[in-house]
């Protein structure tokens, strides 16, 4: 239950500090008196949306907050534990707006609006004036359907085939898709397989053609270089070879007489040494020059058609050798896609087979909810004063012309949520078929089946809290007080927080809470203020007569609440 609602700076809230009881708390005020905002900042704490001009003028920032008594709620401790918040029984929910943006706080803890709203779900059902609206929109009634009964295990179960068949069908598509594309290169691709194969490349091979162009172009010259070389080291007397001897020999004479020189004498015969393998080598080489214009003009040619693939496809050769590998693996895909796709289409045959029976298997159990939820509605329609009502969950099968299973030899359409059309349809009127719900039910009708769905509704989940914001549109007198009557025997299982304007409504509350807005220091503010038993009686006259209370209004007012406080 929420125990207390602290609000400040929040539209025509100044400060705000209010306690709600187990039971039925009823709100009642003038309209525009600020009911609704105070239900609006309690949204805020529950992770929904909020806007910046919520932030009351004149002040940096709004502040929600609420505690609220889970119990232990497994759900929200997993939430809680998965996301390093501190579990309590108690929770504080905060919220905080700025101009730059909102804040939000689980036991003090910053969380995301994300994670404080899948803690919200499970504390509070909120029905807000205009959602009784939603059951005129048959696409809401799967929804509706899906949050009674056992069905989750059997929605998972079916959402995690579906998954599985619909990866494989983008695989499949995926696949199609590039074997049309791989088909329209197929020639392209073959035709430069065989040219690259054929142009037989090698990594390093253009250096090694062009080291070897180099020697040939030059070979004249180094023969003609290598001989003049040789031509130093000759047996004459102007060698190379003799010089140094003759410096040698002097070097020595010299060194017997001045140390000095020895240095000298190694370094010369260490030349001397360099020179006579160096004139060695010139002569081994030279006698290994090849003059060969054919094998020359064979490497420029090779030159030529390595510099012409590679203009060609705008790569170079180690990145011609790495793309014929390519798309020799593409050509191979292509030529064996058939086999691929086979093996592909056989594996989404089978898990549309497991997809199938996870259809049916969340059908069946949607009828059997269905069936179960529609004499529930019936028998709360009839304490609502419908008394020949008839209401029914129609679960029908999506046909369609292509679908991803076959029912009964019919394809049916599959979606996220399921393969099944969801409608309800109901008949208020003794001897008339039910029709669909959205189009014969009236505002009050509709009023009292969102009640009845959520009377359900809080006996399958166990939500700690509903709240109602004016659920009584469109009905009044006798209707009126079968619906009070109600909410009452609802806040049996669950706290409920109402906000109506009915007398025979407000004549039920175990707590009564008037909202007012009044007038401070030039600014408009809106309280809330609980009432006591005499006050409870005041404001239910008020609801009957207006604002000239009668002693006939407060007399019957009082046993308007005396009946129905002995009723329930």
Known sequence: MIKSLYIKNFALIDELDVRFEAGLNILTGQTGAG??????????????????????????????????????????????????????????????????????????????????????DYLVDLHGQHDHQLLLREENHRGMVDGFGTIAPYLEAYQEEYAAMKSLRK??????????????????????????????????????????????DNAEE????????????????????????????????????????ETYLDEISSARISIQEMIGFTERYRSDIEFNPQRLEQ????????????????????????YLKTIREEVNIAEN?????????????????????????????????????????VDELQRLGIIHAQFGVRVDWLHTEKGWVAIDGRPVECTEHGCDDIRFF??????????????????????????????????????????????????????????????????GQCQIIAITHQPQIASQAHKHYKVLKREEEERTVTQITPLTTREHIEEVASLMSGEDITQAALKSAQELIEKNTFSN
């Open 337 to 377: 896609f058939d086999l691929e796709i086979e093996k592909l289409e056989q594996k989404v045959e089978k898990q549309s087979e497991r997809l199938a029976q996870a259809a049916v298997d969340l059908h069946q159990k949607r009828q059997e909810v269905g069936e179960q939820l529609s004499q529930s509605i």
């Open 35 to 120: 009911k609704s905002i105070i239900l609006g900042a309690l949204n805020m704490i529950l992770g929904e949306r909020a806007d910046t001009d919520v932030i009351r003028r004149g002040t940096d920032k709004a502040i929600a907050e609420g505690i609220i008594n889970a119990g232990p709620n497994e759900a929200i401790r997993k939430i809680l534990d998965e996301n390093e918040v501190e579990f309590r029984e108690e929770l504080i929910l905060r919220r905080e707006i700025r101009d730059s943006g909102s804040r939000a706080f689980i036991n003090d803890t910053p969380v995301t609006i994300t994670v404080l709203k899948q803690v919200g």
């Open 222 to 261: 180094l023969d003609q270089k290598a001989a003049e070389i040789s031509e130093l080291g000759s047996g004459d007397e102007a060698s190379v070879i003799t010089l140094l001897n003759t410096v040698k020999l002097h070097l020595e004479d010299m060194a017997r007489i001045e140390p000095e020189f």
């Open 171 to 216: 695989e499949l598509k995926s696949l199609q898709k590039q074997e049309k594309e791989l088909k329209e290169k197929l020639d392209l691709y073959q035709f430069q397989v065989q040219e690259l194969e054929a142009a037989e490349l090698e990594p390093g091979e253009e250096e090694e053609i062009e080291a070897e162009i180099n020697l040939l």
């Open 426 to 491: 109901i008949s208020t009127n003794k001897g008339e078929e039910p029709k669909p719900l959205a189009k014969i039910a009236s505002g009050g009708e509709i009023s009292r089946v969102m009640l009845a769905l959520k009377s359900t509704l809080a006996k399958e989940q166990s939500l700690p809290v509903m709240i109602f914001d004016e659920i009584d549109t469109g009905i009044s007198g006798e209707v009126s007080e079968k619906v009070g009557r109600t909410m009452r025997r609802l806040s």
């Open 299 to 322: 490497l420029r040619q090779r030159q030529n058609e390595l510099n012409r693939l590679r203009k060609k496809y705008t790569r170079t050769i180690p990145e011609l050798i790495d």
